[in-house]
């Protein structure tokens, strides 16, 4: 029988985009989704939108539907009525699932209702690097993902705060699907330098904010012990937020070490992402968490090896350093071993390593292959080929 899922957001776009730009804006909603189609499932994806359309595309039907933000509601009985989304649930339950998968923690109002109107259908939901709820949400929460049949994560470890926390019964089934992947590839890096002006030896790429999560002070010590061993070492960080900007730019200005050697680009467009990692040897990242990691999975798109910080996701994106360096978050020492050892390998393997883990673990064929087999655990599992009830 041929298996049928719906992926639901309830996420409403805050600029108010129409449907065809937001698919244009989002390109993981189409990309996850027609990777799924693609081994076989017939999909639907259902997204909280300002305005009603379906839209055909890949095999795929996105049916945008329209919810408003809900009106400040007080009592116990609008804290898990979710009215607004009523709309989106009817649309659901009119395509007859098999599965739905339902995007992101941070509803479990909506999840509840949506668990009471399914009879037998599982419902899996997967994080967003959502953020564990404070003490006094966690009861809502615990009740909110009560009637769930899965959760899926980047790394199974990741749940495990959840797990502590007691929202999830121990006995709920955690699978590892990564969020997303990329369309990247690998490309001549001499004329991605030429075309970027990157440069180094080796040249290092940093993408993300400039703040204490990400921790850029820890990698420009981290650089600042090795200059010395290095050839030319170079460090370009692209970010959009920066807190710790004017720590950065006083660290960089203040170490001769540094002062030469790393440059501050700021925000570049998504479109020159590929071309900067192309020209760049590693990619360096200091992260204390992250609930996936897309700039590591661009760069083993196109081939370059990251050297990052020995998380969760990391440890799953890398495959526990099957390709690239893990070293403890905060810690510039074993940042530094691991930025000589890597100078001094064959850049060119390396880079046919990255890309060879990126094809077989990474991929959009992978991610629709996991997800695929997720579902059909869940309905195995529970048993079900009953359709969801009509209203």
């Not at 937020?241 to 004017?246: N, V, Y």
């Not at 001094?344 to 997800?371: N, Y």
Request: include cysteine; hydrophobic fraction near 40%; charged fraction near 25%.
């Amino acid at each position: 029988m041929l298996l049928n899922a719906v992926q639901l957001s309830c996420f409403v776009d805050p600029l108010g985009r129409d449907p065809c730009r937001l698919l244009a804006a989002w390109p993981t909603l189409v990309n996850v989704a027609t990777a799924v189609a693609s081994t076989g499932v017939r999909l639907s994806v259902v997204q909280a939108a300002s305005t009603d359309i379906d839209i055909e595309m890949d095999e795929v039907t996105f049916h945008f539907v329209r919810e408003q933000k809900p009106a400040s509601v007080f009592g116990r009985a609008a804290l898990w009525a979710a009215p607004l989304t009523r709309r989106v649930f009817r649309r659901v339950l009119a395509l007859r699932p098999d599965v739905v998968h339902f995007q992101g923690f941070s509803y479990p109002r909506h999840i509840h209702v949506l668990s009471n109107l399914l009879n037998s259908v599982p419902l899996l939901v997967q994080d967003h690097a959502d953020p564990h709820p404070p003490w006094w949400r966690r009861a809502l929460s615990r009740r909110g993902l009560s009637r769930i049949d899965g959760v899926a994560f980047t790394a199974r470890d990741q749940a495990e705060p959840w797990l502590r926390m007691g929202i999830f019964p121990p006995d709920l089934p955690i699978f590892e699907v990564l969020e997303s992947s990329s369309t990247f590839s690998p490309g001549d890096q001499q004329e991605a330098r030429a075309r970027t002006g990157l440069r180094g030896d080796p040249c290092l790429l940093w993408l993300g904010h400039l703040d204490e999560n990400k921790d850029p002070l820890t990698i420009l010590e981290a650089l600042s012990r090795v200059v010395d061993r290095l050839s030319d070492p170079q460090l370009w960080c692209c970010y959009l937020s920066a807190p710790l900007l004017s720590q950065v730019r006083e660290r960089v200005s203040t170490d001769p070490a540094l002062s030469a050697r790393v440059h501050l680009l700021g925000s570049r467009p998504h479109e020159d992402i590929e071309s900067l990692l192309r020209a760049a040897d590693f990619l360096v990242q200091g992260s204390h968490r992250e609930g996936s990691g897309y700039a590591v999975i661009e760069a083993l798109a196109c081939g370059t090896t990251p050297l990052v910080t020995d998380i969760p996701s990391y440890r799953r994106i890398t495959g526990e350093a099957a390709v690239g360096a893990l070293s403890p978050p905060g810690d510039a020492g074993t940042m530094a071993r691991a930025l000589v050892e890597y100078s001094r390998r064959e850049r060119c393997q390396l880079r046919q390593r990255a890309r060879a883990h990126f094809e077989a673990t990474l991929s959009f064929d992978v991610v629709g292959r996991d997800l695929r087999a997720a579902y059909e655990k869940l309905v195995e599992r529970n048993g079900s080929t009953t359709r969801t009830r009509s209203e």
